[in-house]
Nanobody, 124 residues
């Protein structure tokens, strides 16, 4: 059973920064691609960032490119999302997801396991 636990969300002013963490259970974490998605009220879940299993390849949505950075520490079974220059439109519930079979993907359907999400609120 794979469990993903996000943390690090909260309230921040526009222009500020947050770092989200996602801890994963499972001894094979280092072989999984990982992704971050978000869902704002009244909107569909959307891709934010993804990282390959060794962290060599990263992918970003255009809306966060240059502001967000995804990284991972396989020794700690943790993936991070560093968010800077935050905007009110970044307000959403952020989810991490695991893809045990892929190399990183923008499509949510490619991910088999999901966390419960962490709320990020950016005030103007």
């Amino acid at each position: 059973q794979v469990q993903l636990d996000e943390s690090g969300g909260g309230l921040v002013q526009a222009g500020g920064s947050l770092r989200l963490s996602c801890g994963a259970s499972g001894s094979t974490f280092s072989t999984w691609a990982m992704g971050w998605f978000r869902q704002a009220p009244g909107k569909e879940r959307e891709f934010v960032a993804a990282i390959s299993w060794r962290g060599i390849r990263t992918y970003y949505a255009d809306s966060v490119k240059g502001r967000f950075t995804i990284s991972r520490d396989n020794a700690k079974n943790t993936v991070y999302l560093h968010m800077s220059s935050l905007k009110p439109e970044d307000t959403a519930v952020y989810y991490c997801a695991a893809d045990p079979w892929g190399a990183g993907d923008t499509r949510s359907t490619k991910y088999d396991y999901w966390g419960q999400g962490t709320q990020v609120n950016v005030s103007s």
